[in-house]
């Protein structure tokens, strides 16, 4: 059933793709939430496309989307439409596309799609994860080895200061704020971070 479960977060993926490209170089309706993030038309069309689809195909699960939610149940789609928006809203390309499947809240089947570079990254638990059906993994660099990167994302409201952290891991490695958190994150599966 996972893969079957794949295969649909596949193809709301490669929908999700055509519309931050349909969006992305030309006014994105760029706006601000009450709590001060950017949402574009990108953000709403995407998440209201996979409600739909949810709605046709497992009408019995949930959505769990960062602009829209639908439904109560044990199998939720959580979704960031456009993970990345400040930069995808300014024309900068570095935003992708998350989807993943929950299961009595356990994470099952999870999708990161980058449609500037037409990446497509794909999880099953206990199968191993993959770009473009090729399996990865992460490097084994020691953390004092400037080859490394690290990502970081500041939240105003989090609860402790990263700032000195950050002061003393940057004598070890280098840090880069890409704008995506999980774009981020797939540099660190893929071996780059």
Known sequence: ?????????????????????KYFNMDNGASYKGDK??????????????????????????????????????YVWVCDPVDGTAMYARHIPVAVFSLALVIKGESKVGIVFDPFTNNLYTAIKGKGAYKNSEK??????????????????????????????????????YFIGLGSIIRACMCVATRRF
């Open 37 to 74: 993030t950017i949402v574009t038309l990108a953000d709403t069309e995407i998440n209201s496309y996979l409600i739909k689809k949810v709605k046709e195909k497992y009408p019995n699960h949930s959505v769990d989307g960062e602009e829209e939610q639908f439904g109560k149940s044990d």
């Open 1 to 21: 059933m996972e893969e079957e479960y794949l295969e649909f977060a596949k193809d709301i993926a490669k929908e999700a793709g055509k519309i931050m490209l």
């Open 136 to 173: 990865i993994t992460v490097n084994d660099y020691e953390l004092n080895d400037m080859k490394t990167v690290c990502h970081y994302d500041l939240w105003p409201e989090a609860d402790y200061n990263i700032s000195t952290v950050i002061q003393e891991l940057g004598k070890k490695t």
